[in-house]
Nanobody
Framework: QVQLVESGGGWVQPGGSLRLSCDVS????????MSWFRRAPGKERELVAE????????GYAPSVKGRFVIGRDNAKNTATLQMNNLKPEDTALYYC?????????WGQGTQVTVSS
């Protein structure tokens, strides 16, 4: 049974940092690119960052490039998202998923709120 469990969100002031984690079970984690997405209120889901199965290649949305760092630990079946210099526009519910997306297995997400 596939499970994607996000954690690590919270409230932070602008300029602060958070580290999100995504714990995965139910498929061969190291074989898949992992992605972080976010959905802000009233907006479409947005791809934030991706990392190849072996961790050798990463990609970022222009809005977060230089501030966010995606990582993974294949021994622990965990993907991470280090978010630095957070801005109010980063406020959203953050989700992880693999590529190809498991449309029926989205987790509950973890809420990130950036405000003063």
């Amino acid at each position: 049974q596939v499970q994607l469990v996000e954690s690590g969100g919270g409230w932070v002031q602008p300029g602060g940092s958070l580290r999100l984690s995504c714990d995965v079970s139910g498929f061969t984690f190291s074989s898949y690119t992992m992605s972080w997405f976010r959905r802000a209120p009233g907006k479409e889901r947005e791809l934030v960052a991706e990392i190849r199965g072996d961790g050798g290649e990463t990609g970022y949305a222009p809005s977060v490039k230089g501030r966010f760092v995606i990582g993974r630990d294949n021994a622990k079946n965990t993907a991470t998202l280090q978010m630095n210099n957070l801005k109010p526009e980063d406020t959203a519910l953050y989700y992880c998923n693999r590529r190809p997306i498991l449309e029926h297995n989205w987790g509950q997400g973890t809420q990130v709120t950036v405000s003063s």
